[in-house]
């Protein structure tokens, strides 16, 4: 008895393949609860949103299309262009400063409901003086490497 | 007490001045204690080893402290270990308690810097031969301990455990290191991500994005509206601080402190999983914890007090085995190396005076923390009122920068932000929970590297329950900690019924 | 606004920040190499040895050329991609043996340097590269250790695989194979990582012995044989001339003549013939092989200056390093030879 329970317990980890032995535990565990939550809370909530009492995520809601979506391309925009503006200037922090003080402008105004003479230059001195700010500081003065 | 004479003005002012610009650096999202300290460790050659040591323990305290600011604010952890101050932090600034929050999270964290300082002074060798008790397998078993808060802080338990396993597996891509004893392989993804995710995706990134960008996203959705901060302000008068929340927290206080020391004081173990032990521990042993994660002032002093104790913890191994407890004190290591010191076993008996300067400091960086914390917080806390047409661009950019800074420039962490803040939205969407996945994410790869060197080493199972007493222990703490979180889930599922009003998750 | 609060804020402390720093602005300069550098490593530690070596150097050189020069400890695979996308010369690296040994035990994401990139001027050694054993352990010499195995016994020592940390054991177990064929196996890797795992493997007793370098475990070696941390050394894998350099006084109480004991000929593991193995871990440049050869020129020079100056052979020997400069070709040269040495003893225990 004593033995059986030892060759049960037993492991034996080739040290080649030994990156995959605990993914492979956790993949199962994953499988098991994904199987046990789509029986018990999804296919119930689908035959609810089948039934019209509830509405499916994302594609059943109300969104601001245009900021939401907007946001996500200032964004992809900003992260690619930086990289590629600095690497006109290498290691300088340029690329950063410049298309931050762009991008804050855009992201400001895209937020901004009214927009107010006030409010505007507000935002224009705002999206000038916080990257400057940041790439003197961290740029210049503590030397870090910024794109 | 010769090192007196050691001491100058200019010392203290340096110290002072190092809690500060931590703080600062705590303070934005994605700047980390660890970055200052690595920004101003070259200033150490200038200033000499004990004055450099002030600036940078200075740095160390305020840099941990202020990581509590953007994550009470703006739900961001402005550095991994103040990821727990998120869960009861943001939902009392939302109600308009934002300024209390801080106040309890600067007073915890004082005291928790403190106790962690008198630990180090008085019990540094004696811990240090303690901490090297702990092995693989017992530092798997506090893992799976910390791990095992994620059962109890999920509001429905099945899809928390889903989303913390879903975080362990995202931890895991990249390679099982070869600095962690792995064989350097990569796994869990195609040959054409190798470039990038080699070394998988980095925690800093992933916090922020998941937190900060997905927030931004969620709001976009909404059309960013501001009337959601006037109304925050205005809440904010009603509810006033005062020392009485305190009343019945000691024993909180005081155990949160010795975990953060402790888990602190484990190499390797450290950083993040000390304040989600301390919330855990808190969550498990408190009569009145049903209410933490919705804005109780006992989560933030769990997981503040314990996360500013992680710096007397992270030092003990530090000065008493060479070997430093996190990655700010590895930073640090640098500083004594740069002077040509060497940290070890025997540093405290061979540098006394230089040990004498170093609790010195610590000690008065606390208390530099606490007053320039304590009376700044109600401008501090302004931050909320800045309009998100501003405030909004200007996080992003933070984001940015603490992205691509925190591994010395890679381009790659900043478009971690953006794949984790789409991730991080898509999640709470259709009705996964973050908190739990993000804690899988940070414990996930030393859960691996510990359990699979455990094996490797015992090749059998049976070693979790029987290599040490330690194990026992830590095995009743899990035991205790699973079955207390189903009662708690029982109970409100019935409080649920009983009401009946309450929706469903929607999955 | 608000927002003007924080930047008050900011603004003091960027005040005191400039008075603290001074400011250090350099124009470009006359050479092929302009503009801001930036110097990667192959290391994602600034504690360690790696960034330690790396920014003195680079401080010289950043001084000598009027350049502004960082270094970022980015790690071995951003390292290489990053160095692998530029080709104008902003991008350095400074890496050490790591480079090529991983590439030799055929980890994930090393490729021949050689072939890759231009090899530039090696700039020191750091001699620390040890192995130690428990103060208590029955071991006495490294001789020891290899006659228990050819005598059957199993030891195991703990190193992080596939690189610094492992050629000193493939050496050994190459000595075995030598002296006791076929016994080789005895000698047991436990794959482990930092130092602070290797230390608790042997705290543990999972290993016999445990690689490890003079500046972390010489305070390990000064402990009381009744305290379970104390440890001793067998070896150091440099060469006896390197150790020769380092300073009369050694590191910590442990002085120079001391460490000489563990050094060849005093402990020698044997690579087949009478010749002896030794490592030294030797820090050097790597460039993008499109990078103007103009700009590996200029810094040769520049380096060959600093060093003929002298004062940077201080500092290096102050933070136990050894100065060990060479310029490229030379360098390629020697490491390239080097290298196909450590090919053989990999090979011959595969």
Same mark, same amino acid.
């Given at each position: ?147 | 007490?010769?090192?007196?004479? !050691? #001491?100058?003005? %200019? ?8 809690? &500060? @610009? /931590? =703080?600062?650096? +705590?303070? *934005? ?114 893992? !799976? #301990?910390?791990? %095992? ?8 338990? &099945? @899809? /928390? =455990?889903?989303? +913390?396993? *879903? ?118 042993? %408190? ?221 | ?350």
């Amino acid at each position: 008895m004593e033995s059986g329970l030892t060759s049960l317990l037993s492991v034996s980890i080739d040290f080649e393949t030994s990156h995959l032995f605990f993914p492979r535990i956790i993949h199962w565990i994953m499988a098991v609860l994904f199987v046990i939550i789509l029986a018990t809370k999804t296919i119930p909530f689908l035959a609810a949103v089948k039934r019209g009492e509830r509405t499916l995520p994302i594609l059943g809601e109300s969104m601001d299309g245009f900021r939401f979506f907007g946001t996500l391309a200032l964004i992809v925009a900003y992260f690619y262009l930086m990289a590629v503006v600095g690497n006109l200037f290498p290691y300088t922090g340029y690329g950063f400063l410049f298309v931050s003080m762009v991008f804050v402008l855009l992201m400001s105004l895209m937020y901004m409901h009214e927009w107010t003479k006030k409010g505007v230059i507000i935002v224009v001195i705002n999206a000038i003086v916080a990257p400057s700010l940041v790439w003197f500081i961290l740029a210049k003065l503590f030397k870090i490497t910024l794109p | 007490m010769e090192f007196l004479s !050691l #001491l100058d003005v %200019s010392f203290f002012l340096l110290a002072g001045f190092g809690a &500060l @610009v /931590g =703080i600062i650096f +705590g303070a *934005i999202p994605g700047m980390t204690a660890t970055m200052a300290v690595a920004v101003c460790l070259p200033l150490t050659y200038a200033l000499g080893l004990h004055h450099g040591l002030a600036l940078l323990l200075g740095l160390y305290v305020g840099g941990i402290s202020g990581g509590m600011v953007p994550a009470v604010l703006l739900n961001i952890p402005g550095t991994p270990s103040s990821i727990t101050t998120t869960f009861d932090g943001y939902p009392m600034a939302r109600k308009g308690e934002g300024e209390r929050a801080l106040r309890v999270s600067v007073i915890a964290s004082v005291i928790g810097g403190l106790i962690s300082a008198a630990v180090l002074f008085l019990f540094a060798p004696l811990l240090a031969d303690f901490s090297i008790k702990f092995s693989y397998v017992e530092k798997f078993l506090i893992i !799976l #301990l910390a791990l %095992s808060v994620i059962a109890s802080l999920s509001s429905n338990m &099945l @899809v /928390g =455990i889903f989303s +913390g396993v *879903i975080g362990i597996w995202l931890s895991l891509i990249g390679t099982y290191s070869i600095s962690d004893g792995g064989n350097g392989h990569t796994r869990l993804m195609f040959d054409f991500m190798e470039p990038y995710l080699f070394e998988g995706f980095s925690l800093l990134p992933v916090l922020i994005g998941i937190f900060g960008i997905s927030t931004i996203l969620l709001e976009s959705e909404k059309g960013v509206k501001n009337e959601l901060s006037d109304e925050r302000v205005k809440l904010g008068k009603g509810s006033h601080f005062s020392f009485s929340i305190f009343k019945g927290r000691l024993t909180n206080l005081v155990r949160s402190s010795f975990i953060g020391t402790f888990v602190g004081m484990l190499p390797g173990v450290g950083g993040s999983a000390a304040s989600v032990l301390a919330y855990t521990q808190e969550k498990n042993l %408190s009569r009145d914890s049903s209410e933490m994660g919705k804005g109780a002032p006992q989560g933030l002093i769990a997981s503040e007090s314990a996360n500013n104790a992680l710096t007397g913890g992270a030092l003990i191994p530090l000065l008493s085995l060479g070997i430093p407890g996190d990655s700010t004190t590895a930073v640090l290591i640098g500083a004594f190396t740069l002077q040509g010191i060497q940290v070890g076993p025997l540093f405290i008996p061979e540098n006394t005076d230089t040990w004498y300067i170093m609790m010195t400091a610590l000690v008065f960086a606390n208390f530099v923390m606490f007053f320039v914390m304590f009376y700044a917080i109600k401008h501090i806390a302004k931050v909320v009122m800045v309009p998100k047409h501003i405030l909004y661009p200007l996080i992003v950019m933070m984001c940015v920068v603490g992205g691509y800074a925190i591994n010395y420039g890679i381009m790659f962490d900043v478009w971690t932000l953006l794949i984790f803040g789409v991730l991080g939205y898509l999640i709470q969407k259709i009705g996964l929970e973050v908190a739990p996945l993000i804690i899988g994410f940070i414990l996930g790869s030393q859960a691996e590297v510990y359990f699979v060197k455990s094996l490797e080493s015992a090749g059998t199972l049976s070693i979790f329950f029987t290599k040490s007493p330690i194990a026992v222990v830590l095995w009743l703490l899990i035991v205790a900690s699973v079955v207390f979180s189903i009662v708690l889930s029982l109970k409100s599922r019935a409080k649920r019924r009983q009401n009946s009003s309450a929706d469903p998750d929607p999955v | 606004m608000s927002m003007s609060s924080i930047y008050k804020t900011l603004g003091t402390s960027v005040l005191v920040a400039g008075m603290a720093f001074g400011s250090a602005a350099a124009m470009a300069a006359d050479g092929p190499l302009r503009g801001n550098v930036r110097v990667v490593i192959g290391s994602t530690s600034t504690g360690g040895d790696t960034y330690q070596n790396s920014s003195i150097v680079v401080d010289a050189l950043a001084e000598k050329l009027d350049l502004n020069m960082k270094v970022d400890a980015v790690g071995a695979s951003s390292a290489f991609r990053t160095l692998d996308r530029d080709s104008r010369g902003n991008t350095l690296m400074i890496f050490h043996d790591q480079s090529y040994l991983g590439y030799l035990y055929g980890v994930e994401g090393y490729e021949d340097i050689f072939e890759k990139y231009t090899i530039g001027p090696t700039v020191a050694i750091n001699p620390g590269n040890a192995y130690l054993v428990p103060k208590d352990s029955p071991y006495q010499t490294l001789g020891d250790v290899i006659e228990a195995a050819g005598n059957g016994q199993e030891v195991r020592v703990a190193i992080q695989p596939g690189g610094v940390s492992e050629i000193g054991f493939s050496a050994l177990k190459n000595a075995v194979a030598i002296e006791h064929p076929g016994m080789e196996d005895n000698l047991v890797a436990v794959n482990t990582g930092s130092q602070a795992d290797k230390n608790q493997q042997l705290f543990d007793d999972q290993a016999d012995m445990i690689n490890g370098t003079v500046q972390a475990n010489e305070q390990y070696t000064r402990l009381p044989a009744d305290d379970q941390k104390a440890m001793r050394f067998l070896w150091l894998t440099a060469r006896n001339s390197t150790i020769e350099q380092a300073p009369e006084e050694g590191l910590g109480q442990t002085t120079r003549e001391q460490l000489l004991e563990y050094v060849e000929p005093n402990v020698s593991v044997t690579m087949g013939g009478d010749e002896n193995f030794t490592f030294d871990k030797e820090f050097f440049f790597l460039y993008n092989k499109d990078m103007d050869p103009a700009i590996v020129e200029q810094i040769d020079e520049a380096l060959s200056e600093i060093y003929a100056e002298g004062d940077i052979q201080e500092t290096q020997k102050n933070s136990f390093f050894i100065p060990n400069f060479k310029p490229s070709d030379e360098a390629s040269e020697y490491l390239a030879e080097k290298m196909s040495r450590y090919e053989g003893i990999i090979d011959n225990i595969k």
